[in-house]
């Protein structure tokens, strides 16, 4: 199998085991094998959100930390199409989320993988930037300053 269609089915097989529609049953185990321990989640933007996030570690903790926190149930992202290109894997999903508040959170995502050796070194989010601060508030300070 090429790279491209290992990259592919890779992040295919990650989308499938967390948009699971049973919020007990959604896994992201893979995507956290998965994702190397050096790997950066860019935030594109110019709102409270937009960052780097560099490490395992504060893409886990500080990036999906937050958003755990601020949803009723375990995110879920349905994709829809996935183009792959040698290392890189660009996904267009839409989110399927509801905050603690009641509020519907279904963002629509660009997201744009980069692989190395089976392993996601970057991922870049490209998404609606004011539903995001409208469903889920500004991104709080206290986090930003750890970057």
Same mark, same amino acid.
Request: glycine share 6%.
């Given at each position: 199998? $090429?790279?491209?269609?290992?990259?592919? !089915?890779?992040?295919?097989?990650? &989308?499938?085991?967390?948009?699971?529609? @049973?919020?007990?049953?959604?896994? /992201? =185990?893979?995507?956290?094998? $998965? #994702?190397? @321990?050096?790997?950066?989640?860019? *935030?594109?933007?110019?709102?409270?959100?937009?960052?780097? &996030?560099?490490?395992?570690?504060?893409?886990?903790?500080?990036?999906?930390?937050?958003?755990? $926190?601020?949803?009723?149930? /375990?995110?879920?992202?349905?994709?829809? /199409?996935?183009?792959?290109?040698?290392?890189?894997?660009?996904?267009?999903? !839409?989110?399927?989320? *509801?905050?603690?508040?009641?509020?519907? %959170?279904?963002?629509? %995502?660009?997201?744009? &993988?980069?692989?190395?050796?089976?392993?996601?070194?970057?991922? /870049?989010? %490209?998404?609606?930037?004011? #539903?995001?601060? !409208? =469903? #889920?508030? !500004?991104?709080?300070?206290? *986090?930003?300053?750890?970057?």
């Amino acid at each position: 199998m $090429s790279d491209t269609a290992s990259n592919k !089915k890779l992040i295919e097989q990650i &989308f499938a085991a967390a948009g699971n529609p @049973d919020p007990a049953a959604r896994d /992201r =185990a893979l995507f956290v094998a $998965s #994702l190397a @321990d050096d790997a950066k989640w860019v *935030v594109t933007g110019q709102y409270s959100w937009s960052r780097t &996030f560099t490490g395992k570690q504060s893409i886990l903790n500080d990036l999906h930390g937050h958003v755990r $926190s601020r949803l009723a149930e /375990r995110t879920r992202t349905i994709a829809h /199409r996935f183009i792959a290109d040698g290392d890189c894997v660009a996904v267009e999903a !839409k989110g399927d989320n *509801v905050t603690r508040e009641g509020v519907r %959170y279904d963002n629509d %995502y660009c997201l744009v &993988f980069r692989l190395e050796g089976g392993m996601i070194k970057e991922i /870049r989010e %490209y998404c609606d930037s004011v #539903l995001t601060e !409208k =469903a #889920l508030g !500004k991104f709080p300070e206290e *986090v930003r300053a750890a970057d």
